[in-house]
């Protein structure tokens, strides 16, 4: 069965400091990726999404950055981190094969930036 | 512009009554419709879905309905229990040009609350 990684669980970081935050999933292959961040009280948004390595599709403009060095790797990267980057940021995978639209969300990692 | 709208932020409901949720969305183009439930502090786990080809789709206590004339789409739990009490996403997808990566759009989420 495909389990999805993502750690670390919680992250407290000030202003200014680099993120990165990874994402992994294991049981299947060529999957698509995906980015999403909740603010506090709000619905999922779309960062990136990543149809195979090296391939990245920014969603929104941002301080932030994704890449997938490998086919079962997603990370999201920031240089320098804003207050307004706190809130609780998902990976999800899906199948890439196919009409498939159905998303596996990982557990999630909560950033607290001050 | 917010293309898939879940116009209630919460709902309560009795534990045995039926919860209903519900979706509305702007896009003609989305022809595929999921339900996620998502605790705090966890991801959204995947609940039921259901195509534009159907207007239905049940499975155990939890059923969609779809009315693509009226772009509306509801979630109906039955009986509620009180394990159900989590925020409900819906989201659409719409495929374009006969590839499909998956792209989804979310609803701001409502927060289901079943009291014993």
């Known amino acids: 069965s495909q389990t999805i990684h993502q750690w670390p669980a919680t992250l407290v970081q000030p202003v200014g400091s680099p993120l990165s935050l990874e994402c992994t999933v294991e049981g299947t292959s060529n999957p698509n990726l995906y980015w999403y961040r909740q603010a506090a009280g709000r619905g999922l948004q779309l960062l990136f999404y990543s149809v195979g390595i090296g391939q990245i599709s920014s969603e929104v403009p941002q301080n932030l950055s994704a890449s997938r060095p490998q086919d079962r790797q997603f990370i999201l990267s920031s240089k320098k981190l804003l207050l307004s980057d706190s809130g609780f940021y998902l990976c999800a995978w899906s199948k890439g094969e196919g009409h498939t639209e159905t998303q596996y969300f990982g557990p999630g990692t909560r950033l607290l930036v001050l | 512009d917010q293309q898939v709208k879940q116009n209630s932020p919460s709902l309560s409901v009795q534990e045995g009554r039926i919860s209903i949720l519900n979706c509305d969305y702007t896009n003609s183009m989305f022809d595929y419709f999921l339900w996620y439930k998502k605790y705090p502090a966890e991801g959204p786990t995947f609940l039921i879905s259901i195509s534009s080809i159907k207007d239905k789709n049940e499975d155990g206590r939890f059923t969609v309905f779809l009315n693509k004339s009226a772009k509306h789409l509801s979630l109906h739990i039955v009986p509620s229990q009180p394990g159900d009490s989590a925020v409900y996403f819906c989201?659409?997808?719409?495929?374009?040009?006969?590839?499909?990566?998956?792209?989804?759009?979310f609803g701001q989420g409502t927060i289901l609350t079943v009291h014993p």
């Open positions: 989201a659409a997808s719409a495929r374009a040009g006969g590839t499909s990566y998956g792209k989804l759009t």
